[in-house]
């Protein structure tokens, strides 16, 4: 497998290796659950931990987090799949508009243009 550059393609091959398995993108509440589980797993990991303790466990266990993220974009690219959504457009809309809402806290942060 050659390395994925943008988040069309990593959508793209998500969306040829679910119907090369013959799986259907349809929407689907599993979807949901698998992010959701995710992100409890590796939440878990941090929970209870003050600062320095979380800065250092994520040092040291980077590919607990390296996984959970892998995991966590792949089933949001099928879960974009799922709802007929392009990732990347989805992505640019509420990036420039998130942008914009919290730009004023740091004038020097010209960000959006």
């Known amino acids: 497998m050659s390395s994925v550059t ?6 793209t091959l998500v969306k040829s ?3 090369r398995n013959n799986w259907k ?5 599993d979807k949901f ?3 959701h589980e995710e992100l409890i797993e590796m939440s ?13 466990f994520v040092q ?15 089933a949001l690219c099928r879960l974009a799949n799922q709802l007929g959504v392009d990732i990347e457009d989805a992505f640019n809309l509420v990036a420039k508009d998130i ?5 004023h806290k740091n ?5 959006v243009k």
Do not use: C, S
């Not at 266990?61 to 892998?70: L, M, N, S, V």
């Not at 004038?107 to 960000?111: A, D, L, T, V």
């Open 99 to 103: 942008l914009e809402k919290y730009n």
């Open 33 to 35: 659950d698998h992010l």
């Open 6 to 11: 943008t988040i069309k393609e990593a959508q």
């Open 44 to 56: 878990q990991h941090l929970r209870y931990k003050n600062e320095a303790e979380r800065i250092q």
């Open 60 to 74: 040291e266990h980077k590919e607990i987090f390296q996984d959970g993220i892998g995991d966590l974009f792949f």
């Open 17 to 19: 290796f679910a119907e």
């Open 25 to 29: 993108d349809v929407p689907n509440v």
């Open 107 to 111: 004038p020097e942060n010209n960000m």
